[in-house]
């Protein structure tokens, strides 16, 4: 059985990310990007498949752990029957790939082993091991770690072994540096050292975020995640950290999410200029600028980090997968799906950023009146729709909803001194709406998810959120009621019901937090603080001992699923709050424009 989601931390340099469980194992990391092959799989397979495990020799054990404070540096304390230990792990931001790990004897003595298994290549390449010096060098390929330790180690069923015993105040250091095989490796550091430099590298960071409310410590917590999942050299956030992590335990709703996604542009900047980050929030601007140039009907829903636009779909067969989830898949054939509503996100992100003081140039508004021809040819075709599924296409209410959201952008543009035709867009919004308010209603008055459907989606629930419709309009109070009696399981919000008709699959999926988020924003908006403030503190109550949320829970096995950590998650908890402290917490921002 693969450990539980709920027992592993993020660690993040800006660059990559590893997954470490409560029990001291690595098993999730690959260099130099997020996206890059994996040398620790053990998530998706087994031993043999790569990590790192550093812990007590004794299985009697009780582990605490906590992030230092503001930061993405953990701590774990190792309680047994012969004393005390801590290990530190962080992964350094820099000009190199490290990973250290510094254990400290806290009281006793403490017996400790290391286990170092590196398979190159998703958990596929045995590397070649030798010894250079003090330093353990394995090579497979085009890639070469290097282990640097005082303590004696050797060679043991294709893995790094070291047994050592750790007393009270004694510190043992471990240093895992990743380089390309033909350069060489990079200078060691000293480990103590380095996790101070990086705990106070996080901390300034972090101690940027604008406080003043009840949740500021969620919020910033979920930040850091979010800043951790950030790719510095491009600006670019990953959706997740992780591949093939499945939506349905024992299921096939296995996808890669270690790309940057359009729709949470317009999530991600507000969460970070209402936190007062706005150094990041011009980096994922230019980010989206710079992905989005080129021909409308070229636009993706994802990217790569960088901005790369092939990201071919294959499965990796020798990876049993978590929990025997298969496939395990690497690329996302999503990437070639046409969804509507990604045109309205990519507005509504301009006109976030705008509206908060980032200045665009003339250049992106040429983009933008690009984009808005595009949707004006093409708002009446049916899409593969927010939730990315593998059945026909169809005429989706939240993107119809989101086309709209993109010409009212515009409008808002022009009214702000962009150049461009009122009237013209005008009669483009009054249609779509009309078309909506015509289609996507039932006969119960509830907005259903696609035209003709009585099924419900939880993606119209941002109808009210967009400025659609007022929050008080009939239907859209119908419509929450309807989200709460038929959507809701164990007091949260499913996405919608799985149907093979409509996404391809039709197998169970857990509740998708972010839609539990949004009901959140809509108990605000139509007055139901208190419905609002219990269904937040559920939320809350899920997040692990660190403070980390999946895409998804299980609300019958009690237990997290799909990819972890998931950014929009932590994105949408950011919202919720400020939500609930009676405003996005940027209220004060400044009025701006194109």
Known sequence: MSIPLEDYALLGDTHSAALVSRGGSVDWLGYPRFDSPTFF?????????????????????????AYRTG??????????????????????????????????????????????????????????????????????????????????????????????EVGEGDEVPFELTWCESHLKPPKPVNV??????????????????????????AIRDSLIVLKGLSYAPTGGIVAAPTTSLPEDLGGQR??????????DATFTLIALLDSGYEDEALAWRDWLLRTLAGKPDQMQI????????????????????????????????????????IYGEAMDAMHHAAEQGLVFDGEAWQLAKVLLDFLESKWREPDEGIWEVRGPRRHFTHSKVMAWVGIDRAIKAIEAGADGSLDRWHRVRHEIHEDVLRNAVDDRGVFVQSYGSRALDASVLMIPLVGFLPPRDPRVKATVEAIET?????????????????????????????????????????????????????????????????????????????????????????????????????????????
């Open 41 to 65: 799989a053990k998530l998706l397979g087994t031993d043999e498949n790569g990590h790192w495990t550093l812990a007590p020799r004794t299985k009697d054990v009780r582990t605490t752990r």
């Open 71 to 164: 930061t993405l540096v953990l701590e774990s304390e190792h309680h047994t029957p012969d004393g005390t230990v801590r290990v530190i792990d962080a992964l350094v931001e820099g000009d190199h790939r490290r990973l250290v790990r510094l254990v400290q004897g806290v009281s006793g003595r403490v017996p400790m082993h290391s286990v170092l298994r590196v398979r190159f290549d998703y958990g596929s390449v045995v590397p070649w091991a030798r010894r250079e010096g003090k330093d353990m060098s394995l090579i497979g390929g085009a890639e070469a770690v290097r282990l640097r330790t005082p303590v004696a180690t050797h060679g043991k069923d294709f893995a790094t072994v070291a047994e050592f």
């Open 192 to 217: 103590a050292r380095t996790i101070g430099a990086t705990e106070r590298w996080w901390r300034s960071w972090s101690q940027g975020c604008r406080q003043g409310g009840e949740w500021d410590d």
């Open 254 to 263: 296995n996808w890669d999410y270690r790309y940057a996604w359009i729709r």
């Open 302 to 341: 994802m990217y790569g980090i960088a901005g790369e636009r092939w990201l071919p779909e294959m499965e990796v067969g020798w990876l049993p997968g978590y929990e025997k989830s298969r496939p395990v898949r690497v690329g996302n054939a999503a990437s070639e799906q046409f969804q509507l509503d």
């Open 486 to 594: 038929e959507l809701m399981h164990e007091g949260f919000v499913r996405r919608y019901i799985p149907d093979d008709d409509v996404d391809g699959i039709g197998t169970h999926e857990g509740a998708f937090l972010m839609c539990s988020f949004w009901l959140v924003d809509n108990y605000m908006a139509l007055g139901r603080v208190e419905d609002a403030r219990a269904l937040f503190f559920r939320l809350l109550s899920l997040r692990n001992d660190v403070g980390l949320l999946a895409e998804q829970y299980d609300t019958t096995r009690k237990r997290f699923v799909g990819n972890f950590p998931q950014a929009i998650s932590h994105v949408a908890l950011a919202i919720s709050a400020g939500t609930l402290e009676g405003g996005r917490r940027g209220s004060g921002r400044r009025s701006g424009g194109w």
